[in-house]
């Protein structure tokens, strides 16, 4: 949702205006504001996930550091 290529691609890409649908109604504005309070939201469910790390089962904590990897990689704005 927030990686970096998403982001830079919605900033300089201009919607195309069509005749109006009710589909249009999904389409999201990336915002700075709606940036701001999607990064907002992803923090604290991270917080909430990140309380998992320390799970007995090695296949929780092999996840937890595919999902570090893929925000460290994907999302460094």
């Known amino acids: 949702m927030l990686g970096d290529a998403n982001l830079e691609s919605a ?3 201009s ?7 009710k589909h249009e109604n999904l389409m999201v504005k990336r915002s700075k504001d709606w940036v ?4 907002e ?3 604290l469910l991270t917080e909430k996930i990140v309380k998992v790390a320390d799970d007995t ?3 929780v904590r092999l996840a937890m550091v ?3 990897e893929n925000l460290l990689l994907n999302c460094t704005k």
């Open 57 to 59: 089962n090695w296949r």
């Open 66 to 68: 595919e999902l570090a």
């Open 36 to 39: 701001e309070s999607v990064a």
């Open 15 to 21: 919607v195309i205006q069509s005749s109006t649908t």
């Open 11 to 13: 900033a300089t890409s």
């Open 41 to 43: 939201k992803l923090k």
